[in-house]
Structure formats: structure tokens, C-alpha cells
């Protein structure tokens, strides 16, 4: 399933804000949810649009799940997972926050009872060996070792998915944010793409969401 341009347009936003305040705070985001209403809210989303975010997301049904990578018998996906009931959060509204950095922000973390949430999961591996880490959590990672590198890719996700920019430019961003990576990522994937021909090959998002042409 393809994912509409506006739902992948706000979860990039969403994730870019809350990445921004996981490093403003010095937060762990080891497990928030990516996106909360007040979170669109504050992104400047009208509620038509933030009502019509989690229609599109009831539609798409929970969980979703993209696959991100395979080699076979190996492969990695993009978990979506809807839920709804209660959100902790800063006090402002707008930034979700996990039980760990709840606790630490003390009084500056308030709880919402009913809430729509989207949390991002990317996990997969081999037989019963299985992994899962939350993307925010990922995102906060590759931050730490290239904030150009996180900034780049969302926005280059963004631009994809609205048709604005040829799929090179994903590419190169995705290469870039496995580049900054690579020590931790042959320890755990038996190829790691360094060309746009190795990416296209193992990666049915990207070949879905950003074709290459004649390739």
C-alpha cells in the first residue's frame, strides 16, 4: 500500500519536531509515540486535517507494515501501530513523551486520558531472532552522529513522497543516514548498500515510494 503524500508529509514533520525537543531537553526518547493530535496541532494542521490524518491511518489499518529491507531470508520493516487511550506529554501539549523521560521531567510531563497516538517501530530479522527499536529512538540515534544527516533524510522523504524532488535525492539521504551508521549496521545486515543500484535492490519502500527510472 502506498501511503498518501499528507500522512507521510506530517509524520516526517511530527518526528523532526519531536527529534528537536529530544535534543533541546536531553531526552532519552527511548519509546514516545511519533505523533499525537496536539502534535499536528502545533505543526499548524486545521482539525479537518488532523481528523483526516487518523482516518487515513484507520483506513491503512493498524499495524502496518512496510518492509524497509530485505535479503533474503533477512528483512526489516516500518511497524505503524494506531492506539488510542492515554498520552503523556510537555505541558505545552505539543511533544509526546515515553514513561522514562515522563518520570524525569517530573512535573513538566501531564497526562491526556484519551489521545490518538502513532508509534513507529522498525524491527524484523532472521527465524526467531527478532528485533525491535522505536524510529524515534533510531532518528535520535543518527542524530547523535549526524544532525545534517536526520535532517536530511526527512526532508528528503517529504519531497519523495509529494513528487517534488527526482528519487536520487532519497536515495543519497538514505545512503548518507546507513553511512553514518555502518560500524553497528554490518554487525547486523549482511549487505549494506553503498550504491543507489545496492539501496533499490534490497529496499522495496524506497523502490515503491521513489522509483528509480531504467533501473
Known sequence: MKLQP???????????????????????????????????????????????????LEEAGSPLDIELYRYPPLSFSLTLIHRKG???????????????????????????????????????GLGQAQVRVNAVRL??????????????LLDAVVEAAWGRAGPERLYESVL??????????????????STLEELARVSPALRRLAPLPGR
Open 86 to 124: 492515554a498520552v503523556a506529554h510537555l505541558r505545552d501539549g505539543c511533544v509526546p513523551l515515553d514513561e522514562l523521560d515522563c518520570k524525569t521531567l517530573g512535573d513538566e510531563c501531564i497526562r491526556t486520558p484519551h489521545s490518538h497516538m502513532l508509534y513507529i517501530y522498525v524491527g524484523g
Open 6 to 56: 499528507f500522512l507521510v508529509e506530517a509524520v516526517a514533520w511530527s518526528l523532526d519536531r519531536l527529534l528537536g525537543k529530544c535534543v533541546e531537553l536531553g531526552l532519552r526518547c527511548t519509546d514516545p509515540p511519533a505523533v499525537i493530535t496536539p502534535l499536528l496541532r502545533c505543526l499548524g494542521y486545521n482539525e479537518y486535517r488532523v481528523r483526516r490524518f487518523w482516518a487515513l
Open 139 to 152: 532518528l535520535h540515534l543518527l542524530h547523535r552522529r549526524s544532525p545534517e544527516a536526520a535532517e536530511r
Open 176 to 193: 548518507e543516514a546507513l553511512r553514518a551508521g555502518s560500524d553497528v549496521l554490518h554487525l547486523v545486515l549482511p549487505l549494506v548498500p
